[in-house]
């Protein structure tokens, strides 16, 4: 039984929801685990709040408090899903200031923690409360390098482009960012290359923590030997960012070698119409199935029946990797970002990224073969990944570090008011 004091927490969280995988799934779970142990208030978007609270009516959570903001219609009439999502994300953060700094002179929080959107390049209106903070896990994607946007159209590349820009002009000129980081007592960083990348007095009060975790029920699997038909997987949103290309081109090359071989692809996004007429190019279409968006419990299931997760992402997270992991799917992935970080210590195998395209597509391919001729070292790797996962990845686990991370806050913010 911990005998951490019990903690009045306000938690914000944009994305959050019950029931889902992503960013709005490590919202509810960070939020459910804090309020394990803390009471809490929850800032999140006002379509998020009848799921939760209804979710936490059933666990019995009575120690959250949950309410629903956003900006007045008028101020967001614009955004329509995932069009103006980033900015309004911005505009909402400046709007939840206040919202907070209300909030706290009525409850008098002990502790200030944001939790989602995890974006390095984006404040928190949270450092405004003045009370201590803890701002992430938070990340960075690096920009997708030119030489893999080749074959992608220019409204893409275009896209690409704009939103590098744009990160780079918040990371540089955003004086409320500055604000946030200097305003942080902890800042949780998802990977090395963020922290690394922080100004130097501010790394010292950075630790690295990933953002995301499984669920215990996705850890059971019945089997780790290798399916008849050798089955790779790919789940996630079909974006250039993620990789999705180079994973069917690397297919497409291993498959040349291994014609019994699968591949299922889990998601959706602006590169399916791209990539549905490359299968038809390659005459891969009895082979390659595009599944499309799918329920968590769906995605969970096809990476349990994987022998190998194909997963080239250049992102700074990877959160799917962890529940492929859990699943028991060993990985295949670029030595680069989030991903390349899980995968060390011999839990998958690591790419490098080579000086074009079709070389890196060539060295996944070369890696799926290692996999599919060694059945002693892919079983290694699977139950290699699935032991770190639940030691390590499952949010009970997580939601174990939060009264170190809330006693670290509060003692540098005593120190830095000495």
Known sequence: MSTAPRRRV?????????????????????????ALRHDVWLLTRENNVARIVAEARELRLTSLHVEGFDLPRWARWWKRGERGAMLYFYLWQLGLAARARALDRRVDFDVVHHVTFASSWIPSGL??????????????????????????????????????????????????????????????????????????????????????????EALPRSRFARSQRFSVLYAGRLVDLKGVRLALEAFARFHALAPDATFTLVGDGPCRAALQARIRELGLERSVSLLGKRPRGDVLAEMRRADVFLFPSFEGAGMVVVEAFACGAPIVCLDHGGPGEMAADGR????????????????????????????????????????????????????????EFYALAERRRVERAA
Request: charged share 25%; glycine share 8%.
């Open 10 to 34: 306000l938690v914000s969280a944009y994305s959050c929801e019950p029931g889902l995988g992503s960013e709005a799934g490590i919202g509810w779970n960070w939020v459910r685990e804090i």
């Open 127 to 216: 450092c405004l409360v003045g009370k201590p903070f803890v701002w992430g896990p938070v990340g960075r994607h690096e920009r997708v390098p030119d030489r893999f946007l080749e074959r992608s159209n220019w409204r893409l590349r275009a896209a690409e482009l704009a939103k590098a820009a744009l990160k780079c002009c918040g990371e540089l000129c955003d004086p409320l960012l500055w604000l946030t980081r200097a305003k942080a007592d902890l800042i949780l960083s998802i990977g090395q290359d963020f922290a690394a990348e922080l100004p130097r007095p501010w790394r010292a009060k950075t630790r690295p923590f990933l953002a995301c975790g499984t669920e215990l």
């Open 348 to 403: 998958g195998l690591k790419v490098p990224v080579a000086r074009d395209f079709d070389a890196t597509a060539a060295g996944l391919a070369a890696a799926l073969a290692k996999l599919h001729g060694d059945e002693e070292l892919r079983s290694s790797l699977a139950w290699t990944a699935h032991r770190w996962a639940l030691e390590h990845a499952t949010w009970p686990a997580k939601g174990a570090r939060l009264d």
